[in-house]
């Protein structure tokens, strides 16, 4: 006890010193914490904008559906199950959907898109799509209408109130062609969703495709993507292999994982970069601290401290030093990071262009989840307990008379 109450006045006998350090410690988790949540930040708006709207984190349909996205694979839909599996924990949706594909065509312009069947409340639960509309109004259960991406409106040279022809194939190979209105255009942040999207709601598709009651998959949303292969796994275990077939988001959009993870690698290198410049920064002033107080280490040796005493006190001043360092810079952080959550930086010129081009809305967003600020709170506190070993080092080497000296 008596080494803690020798270190606490140790780091307040210069107080200017000891804030100096503690800023340098701060400043560092700020630095790390805010790197740190642009990162995470960036691929979960990624992930989200991508597979909320598309896939769901996880997906339940027919077996052999995913290789053949064909129609004919839809399945009846057991809603007794469905609860069931909602109340699983870490799952917080599941959300019907009827898919398929069609031509979209005004006369003059066609293209193709994806049909989307939904159940307007429940869709908007999970992707907040309401939100997201620039123009005209988001769907009702009831409506006969749809809803299209903005870059399919562009593409087509459609607005709200003009009508768009489908034409594709139904259920057991009957026709389905209709005309519907436009109700909305929607804005879903994946320029590459913009432009193949059309909403309609679940009867209305259900109607369209010729089907009675069955859905092409159950898209589910769970609360965090760092649990989805528990949560998976547990899903496993609940349905019939030998009739459903339960993918997650890796599985259907490997190019997508594949091209975050090659990303984050190169990310990864930037972090170390910066982790090398705050040890450097930290390291500094410790250095500093050493070298004022090598006449104050003399006197206490001279006067009968043993060495491994006197760096062990040091050692506790260092970690009260770290504590309140990286305390007050997580405190710190916390402000910066929910202004750039609610402000996200927007991304301009050649780089907008290259997100737009892989499909992504062009801003960077930040994480605010609590891994984000122990994550870099806790490299901090390493990287300033590693350097604390050389200040120690340099006490068992010290030299007496040239500490006093000094």
Same mark, same amino acid.
């Given at each position: 006890?008596?080494?803690?109450? /020798? ?30 949540? $642009? ?6 708006? $990624? ?35 469905? #609860? ?6 870490? +799952? ?5 959907? +009827? ?31 309401? @939100? ?30 003009? =009508? ?10 009957? =026709? ?11 804005? /879903? ?9 059309? *909403?309609?709601? !679940?009867? @209305?598709? &259900? ?6 009651? @069955? ?16 949560? #998976?796994?547990?899903?496993?275990? #609940?349905?019939?292999?030998?009739? *459903? ?22 990310? #990864? ?16 002033? +410790? ?12 006197? $206490? !040796? ?28 997580? !405190? ?55 350097? &604390? ?11 007496? /008379? ?5």
């Amino acid at each position: 006890m008596i080494y803690l109450r /020798m270190a606490w006045r140790n780091i307040w006998r210069n107080a200017r010193r000891t804030w100096i350090t503690i800023a340098s410690v701060s400043f560092a988790v700020i630095l790390s914490t805010f790197m740190w949540a $642009m990162l995470e930040g960036v691929y979960d708006n $990624m992930i989200r904008n991508v597979v909320a709207f598309s896939s769901g984190y996880l997906q339940i349909h027919k077996k052999g559906y995913w290789q053949e996205k064909s129609i004919e694979n839809v399945f009846n839909a057991d809603t007794s199950w469905v #609860k069931q599996v909602a109340g699983m924990e870490g +799952i917080t949706a599941v959300v019907p959907r +009827i898919e398929n594909f069609a031509l979209a065509s005004t006369g003059e312009n066609t293209a193709g898109v994806m049909v989307l069947g939904i159940d307007p409340k429940k869709e908007n639960q999970v992707t907040n799509l309401e @939100q997201k509309i620039s123009a005209g109004r988001y769907l009702r259960p009831e409506d006969k209408g749809v809803i299209i991406g903005s870059g399919l409106a562009r593409k087509l040279r459609l607005g709200v109130g003009d =009508s768009l022809i489908l034409l594709s194939q139904g259920y057991q190979a009957s =026709s389905a062609n209709g005309l519907f209105p436009i109700l909305g255009i929607v804005e /879903m942040g994946s320029p590459e969703l913009d432009k193949v999207m059309v *909403y309609m709601p !679940l009867d @209305q598709a &259900a109607v369209f495709f010729s089907l009675d009651g @069955q859905l092409s998959s159950w898209a589910l949303i769970i609360s965090d993507q760092k649990e989805l292969a528990a949560i #998976k796994s547990r899903l496993a275990a #609940k349905i019939d292999p030998g009739q *459903y077939e339960l993918m997650d988001w890796k599985e259907m959009m490997p190019e997508l994982d594949q091209m975050i993870t090659a990303d984050g690698s190169g990310h #990864k290198i930037t972090l170390m970069v910066l982790y090398l410049v705050i040890s450097f920064g930290i390291f500094s002033t +410790i250095l500093m601290m050493l070298a004022e107080r090598q006449h104050e280490f003399g006197i $206490m !040796l001279a006067i009968g401290m043993k060495k491994h005493q006197l760096a062990f006190i040091v050692l506790l001043e260092i970690v009260m030093i770290t504590l309140i360092g990286v305390v007050t810079g997580s !405190l710190a952080s916390l402000p910066v990071l929910f202004y750039f959550l609610s402000h996200p930086i927007r991304l301009g010129g050649e780089l907008a262009t290259i997100y737009e081009n892989y499909g992504f809305e062009p801003i960077i967003p930040v994480s605010t989840a609590p891994s984000v600020f122990f994550s870099q709170a806790r490299v901090v506190m390493v990287i300033t307990l590693l350097i &604390a070993v050389y200040p120690l080092y340099k006490i068992f080497r010290m030299k007496l /008379m040239n500490a006093l000296r000094s």
